[in-house]
């Protein structure tokens, strides 16, 4: 396991500051938070800070990759439960596994 340094720690929370104000019924992508934070290319980043947030109170359900697909779904209980939280939300599909990014996406820094 990579060990995060503080300047990491001071970046997840900060992720985690953004992922707490995504709206109901919208989602971003982890490409849009690191941009937003001034770490444009640092996606992956994102995803790292996000992993171990899943099942706290945070909607981490809201953040899928840059084409929609909800690429952290087997961090939740099952497979299913991040695509079922965001159609409980509203949140339309264009596949399986892919949300309707153009209608749902939401940028930080955005009124809703």
């Known amino acids: 396991?990579?060990?995060?340094?503080?300047?990491?720690?001071?970046?997840?929370?900060?992720?985690?500051?953004?992922?707490?104000?995504?709206?109901?019924?919208?989602?971003?992508?982890?490409?849009?938070?690191?941009?937003?934070?001034?770490?444009?290319?640092?996606a992956r980043i994102v995803g790292w800070a996000l992993k171990d947030a899943v099942g706290d109170d945070l909607p981490c359900h809201r953040v899928v990759n840059r084409n929609g697909v909800l690429t952290g779904r087997r961090h939740f209980e099952t497979p299913h439960v991040m695509a079922e939280r965001l159609r409980n939300e509203g949140v339309t599909f264009v596949a399986e596994d892919q949300v309707d990014l153009d209608a749902h996406r939401w940028r930080p820094g955005e009124a809703d």
């Open 1 to 42: 396991m990579q060990a995060h340094s503080d300047s990491d720690e001071s970046f997840f929370e900060r992720v985690r500051a953004v992922v707490a104000q995504i709206p109901v019924g919208r989602v971003t992508t982890y490409g849009d938070i690191a941009e937003h934070l001034g770490r444009r290319g640092a």
